[in-house]
């Protein structure tokens, strides 16, 4: 009882202390922590026998054309359930992260984005007060899809992604889920996941990947245990940091549990060299304005380098020299394509961003959890490699 209120007392003084570094105009608080475990659709509750399901499909290369590529391959643990690449390469590549190629004479394109990380988008659409609705919840970085139960058959159909040129795209959710249904283990565990229910369709295929995926959460990081009341748990270049974050106006976009507000917001990051096309972003499906990106959350970025949307920026370094040179007013690291009064408000309201600023670093560096669930199944039941070609 003792302990409780003396940390009730902690976490308001800790309230306090940082309502007083943002009572300048325009500023606003910093993010609360994120609960321990995930909500899940009212439609899909959670449950062991979904969730076990749901891992063996997610490192499954035969959701995936020419059964080589599985979720995994580009969300895997060992980068944060990311990829420590630029672009993503699915059909027809071989190898992990930075080491992963085309094979020879492959006629597929890279993804033309960074893979996001699947740790904590349980949590994606949580706003300032840590509210959000899973099942509509924004997905990709142009939030093309709501809630995890609809993104994940997106992959399936991309045919950069796990389709490739093996059926047509309105064909490849139905040829998986004909995989599936013809897979006595998979019969079997889709039973006993959804009894009642007619077991393997696209739908219940949604639920499972989605049902995995809410489990894969990292929600103790310095930066959770110190809002729960560990005043030890942040370092002081940390907390010098997470008062920088909030007086420059990073917090405006980044803020809530996962330092994102999940709205979509124009900064002009320069194209990656490699693609064939500028990328606009929202603009390209009308789901937003031209070059119009959303909000990365700021979770985890200890094991998801490269950075933003086309993994263009290898370092948190290059990320703060691209807003310091915003915020200077300098031209050299933005999009030629987007001119300086269609940047966000927000972004042009950034004052005294610093390239070296150790202190901005060392609070990210607060933001991340390495203790988070990195279990690799021994074996899949198509008995295909685990994981897809990634050796
Ligand atoms: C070839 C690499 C690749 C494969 C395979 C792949 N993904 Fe992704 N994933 C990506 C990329 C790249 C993005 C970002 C795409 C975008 O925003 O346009 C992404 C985005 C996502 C997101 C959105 C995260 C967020 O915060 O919005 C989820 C969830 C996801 N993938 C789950 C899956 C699942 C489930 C599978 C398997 C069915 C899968 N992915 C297969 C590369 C891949
Ligand atoms: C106007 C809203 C806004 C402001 C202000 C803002 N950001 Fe961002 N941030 C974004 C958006 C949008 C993206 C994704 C952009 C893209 O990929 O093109 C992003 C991406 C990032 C990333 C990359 C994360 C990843 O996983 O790729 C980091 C790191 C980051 N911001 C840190 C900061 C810091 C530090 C500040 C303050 C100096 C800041 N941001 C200010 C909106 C903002």
């Known amino acids: 009882m003792g302990r409780l209120i003396a940390g009730a007392l902690l976490i308001g003084a800790t309230c306090v202390a940082l309502l007083s570094f943002t009572g300048e105009a325009g500023s606003q608080e910093i993010g609360t922590p994120l609960p321990r475990a995930a909500r899940a659709p009212a439609d899909n509750p959670t449950t062991p026998a979904k969730v076990s399901l749901g891992r063996l499909l997610f490192w499954d290369p035969m ?122 283990e998979y019969r079997r565990l889709f039973a006993a996941a959804f009894p009642g229910e007619r077991a393997v369709t696209a739908a219940t295929l949604g639920k499972a990947l989605a049902a995995f995926q809410r489990t894969l959460t990292a929600a103790n990081a310095p930066f959770d245990r110190y809002m729960r009341g560990e005043g030890e748990a942040m370092t002081a270049s940390q907390l010098r940091g997470m008062r920088r974050f909030e007086r420059v106006g990073c917090v405006r976009c980044h803020n809530g549990p996962m330092f994102s507000d999940y709205k979509l917001h124009v900064l002009g990051v320069p194209d990656n060299p490699a693609l064939p096309a500028s990328d606009t972003g929202a603009g390209e499906r009308g789901t937003g304005e031209r070059y119009a990106f959303r909000t990365a959350s700021l979770r985890n970025l200890a094991f998801t ?21 915003v915020d200077s007013r300098r031209r050299s690291d933005r999009n030629p394509n987007v001119n300086r009064e269609e940047l966000d408000p927000l972004l042009r309201q950034l004052r005294g961003v610093d390239e070296d600023d150790e202190d901005l670093i060392a609070f990210l560096g607060a933001l991340s959890d390495p203790a988070f669930d990195r279990t690799t199944p021994s074996r899949v039941p198509s008995g295909l490699p685990v994981g897809g070609r990634i050796q």
């Open 305 to 325: 380098a490269p950075y933003m949307h086309n993994g263009l920026f290898e370092t948190l370094g290059d990320v703060l020299e691209f807003y310091d040179d």
């Open 63 to 184: 959701l995936s054309g020419p059964r080589d590529v599985a979720c995994a391959t580009c969300h895997h643990p060992q980068f944060g359930y990311a990829e420590n690449r630029d672009l993503s390469i699915g059909v027809t590549g071989a190898g992990l992260g930075h080491r992963r190629r085309f094979s020879a004479g492959s006629a597929i394109s890279p993804v033309k984005r960074n893979s996001q990380t699947i740790l904590n988008v349980a949590f994606n659409g949580s706003d300032v007060t840590g509210q959000y609705d899973p099942a509509a919840a924004p997905m990709f970085w142009d939030v093309r899809a709501r809630g995890l139960e609809a993104q994940a058959l997106e992959p399936l159909k991309a045919l950069e992604e796990m389709r490739g040129q093996t059926y047509a795209e309105d064909q490849a959710v139905q040829a998986v889920v004909a995989r599936l249904e013809a897979n006595a």
